[in-house]
């Protein structure tokens, strides 16, 4: 008997020329039965019921020699090879779709960061629920020298001056905790004190 997986088949592999030889001196009344027999055994679990099995082949001994019998029921030997040929086809598709699926979902998936306490937070300790961006500090040439080129030097820097300005504005401005060593950070102090220093120019 198949076992029931609580998958229903709709359906079972039919061989025309196989069938055809096998009733060939049977009359249309007995292939007509014989044809609801097998019916009955794929959608019934594999097995027909005794009773029900006399009452329709009683006198059709042509019909009753192509099904076989155990402790439950009567069943074609031909049909039962082919549902359980199909059952455990259906299953390894099954399997194999599954496991497609779970390496699909590892590969193409992205990781979605946790929210809560554990996100990184800003220099005025607000959560904003990703990851806080370093800014790119330009880092003074070794080769000038002091005082040469200053005008140049705040030129260049006035546009990095000015987006931390409007960060420290907007509340966002990093910390000293944001930075990985402490020159990056006096790097920082100095471009503030040249910012100040642009400003206090431009007021006059």
């Known amino acids: 008997m198949s076992k029931d997986t609580g998958h229903k088949d709709p359906?079972?592999?039919?061989?025309?020329?196989?069938?055809?030889?096998g009733t060939v001196y049977m009359t249309d009344e007995e292939v007509g039965k014989y044809i609801r027999l097998m019916c009955m055994q794929h959608q019934y679990g594999g097995r027909i019921k005794s009773d029900y099995f006399k009452k329709?082949?009683?006198?059709f001994p042509e019909v009753q020699q192509k099904f076989k019998e155990d402790a439950n029921g009567f069943y074609n030997e031909r049909l039962q090879f082919e549902i359980e040929k199909r059952h455990k086809f259906y299953e390894r598709q099954r399997a194999n779709g599954k496991k497609r699926w779970e390496n699909y979902k590892k590969e193409e998936s992205p990781e979605i960061p946790e929210k809560g306490n554990n996100m990184p937070r800003d220099s005025h300790g607000t959560n904003h629920g990703s990851?806080?961006?370093?800014?790119?500090?330009?880092?003074?040439?070794?080769?000038?020298?002091?005082?040469?080129?200053?005008?140049?030097n705040i030129n260049i820097n006035i546009n990095t001056i000015r987006e931390n300005e409007k960060k420290e504005k907007r509340g966002f401005a990093p910390g000293k905790d944001d930075f990985k060593d402490e020159e990056q950070w006096n790097n920082l102090q100095t471009m503030r004190a040249q910012r100040d220093?642009?400003?206090s120019k431009e007021e006059k």
């Open 11 to 21: 359906a079972f592999l039919f061989y025309p020329a196989d069938f055809v030889m």
């Open 56 to 59: 329709i082949c009683e006198n």
């Open 131 to 152: 990851a806080t961006v370093k800014p790119q500090l330009s880092q003074p040439s070794a080769a000038a020298k002091p005082g040469e080129n200053e005008n140049e």
């Open 197 to 199: 220093s642009v400003n």
